[in-house]
């Protein structure tokens, strides 16, 4: 028997991307994802209302970090926002991904969101591949998978007139 007849990697081993496992799995995460998001912000709702004075209060405190002084001047003049923002658009994301629906432009929120949490931690205490990186990874492969047109409400969504006649509005589908 030689080596290449018995290692089960040479050969003809093959991950085809195409498949139902394939969709399965991206509808999955998509899920996950939005369940992730809908649990943080449903969460703050039921403790604090939309007065989540923690967001703003962190923000105020992030000096030194890779945004400069951008999140400490947010705390200090946008609480009015990031205070209901935080849960309301946290829950929102989460149900749209869960849904499937406006999956892409959800997912976009959650970029920006995980963006702002991932380069806004001083220092990089857990280093540069951390969870909020692969929260932000999870989003974008929401986004570039089209996760929606899997078992979600974009794949109706997308067969609407309104839609064939604005075909742009698949980029917030899908």
Same mark, same amino acid.
């Given at each position: 028997?030689?080596?290449?007849?018995?290692?089960?990697?040479?050969?003809?081993?093959?991950? @085809?991307?195409?498949?139902?496992?394939?969709?399965?799995?991206?509808a999955?995460?998509?899920?996950?994802?939005g369940?992730?998001?809908?649990?943080?912000?449903?969460?703050? #709702?039921?403790?604090?209302?939309?007065?989540?004075?923690?967001?703003?209060?962190?923000?105020?405190?992030?000096?030194?970090?890779?945004l400069?002084? #951008?999140?400490?001047?947010?705390?200090?003049?946008?609480?009015?926002?990031?205070?209901?923002?935080?849960?309301?658009?946290?829950?929102? #994301?989460?149900?749209?991904?869960?849904?499937?629906?406006?999956?892409?432009?959800?997912?976009?929120?959650?970029? #920006?969101?995980?963006?702002?949490?991932?380069?806004?931690?001083?220092?990089?205490?857990?280093?540069?591949?951390?969870?909020?990186?692969?929260?932000?990874?999870?989003?974008?492969?929401?986004?570039?998978? @089209?996760?929606?047109?899997?078992?979600?409400?974009?794949?109706?969504?997308?067969?609407?007139?309104?839609?064939?006649?604005?075909?742009?509005?698949?980029?917030?589908?899908?």
């Amino acid at each position: 028997m030689s080596y290449q007849s018995s290692n089960p990697l040479v050969g003809e081993t093959e991950f @085809a991307l195409d498949g139902p496992w394939a969709t399965y799995w991206i509808a999955f995460l998509r899920v996950v994802t939005g369940w992730w998001f809908f649990h943080a912000g449903i969460t703050k #709702i039921i403790e604090s209302g939309f007065s989540y004075s923690y967001g703003s209060a962190y923000m105020q405190q992030m000096s030194g970090t890779a945004l400069g002084g #951008i999140p400490v001047w947010m705390g200090n003049n946008l609480a009015w926002l990031i205070e209901p923002g935080v849960p309301l658009f946290e829950t929102l #994301i989460g149900l749209a991904l869960m849904a499937g629906a406006v999956t892409r432009l959800a997912a976009f929120g959650g970029v #920006i969101f995980m963006i702002l949490f991932w380069i806004g931690n001083a220092g990089f205490g857990n280093g540069v591949v951390n969870s909020d990186l692969m929260g932000l990874l999870m989003f974008l492969t929401v986004i570039v998978l @089209a996760a929606g047109r899997y078992y979600g409400l974009d794949a109706l969504i997308e067969e609407t007139a309104v839609v064939k006649q604005n075909p742009k509005l698949r980029y917030l589908l899908g």
